[in-house]
């Protein structure tokens, strides 16, 4: 069993800042890719940034330029520092996680429940 739990999110206003943190638990062997993805109210849900085991990442092009993924493999551990935030990034944040349980094994994607983040003045 593999739990996603994430923290940080909450009310702030436009240009502000806020830093979500995403921590893994339960049965891993090691995580490959993990990430964030957004759903904001009406709206699909929509991948936000990815980081792989190594390092390398990825961005929506919406986000680009001001918010940036890290990750703590010891930790089992994602984060999401947002700048600049707007309005429109006014959304409930999900944790993902592409999680091997054992050695040898196929990964299992794996999501947080999500944390509510508001942009408004």
């Known amino acids: 069993q593999v739990q996603l739990v994430e923290s940080g999110g909450g009310l702030v206003q436009p240009g502000g800042s806020l830093r979500l943190s995403c921590a893994a638990s339960?049965?891993?062997?090691?995580?490959?890719?993990m990430g964030w993805y957004r759903q904001a109210p009406g709206k699909e849900r929509e991948l936000v940034a990815t980081?792989?085991?190594?390092?390398?990442?990825m961005y929506a092009d919406s986000v680009k330029g001001r918010f940036t993924i890290s990750r703590d493999n010891a930790k089992n551990t994602v984060y999401l520092q947002m700048n600049s935030l707007k309005p429109e990034d006014t959304a409930v944040y999900y944790c993902?996680?592409?999680?091997?349980?054992?050695?040898?094994?196929?990964?299992?994607?794996?999501w947080g429940k999500g944390t509510l983040v508001t942009v408004s003045a």
């Open positions: 993902n996680a592409d999680t091997v349980t054992l050695p040898g094994y196929a990964s299992r994607n794996d």
């Open positions: 980081m792989a085991r190594g390092g390398n990442t």
């Open positions: 339960g049965s891993i062997f090691r995580i490959n890719a």
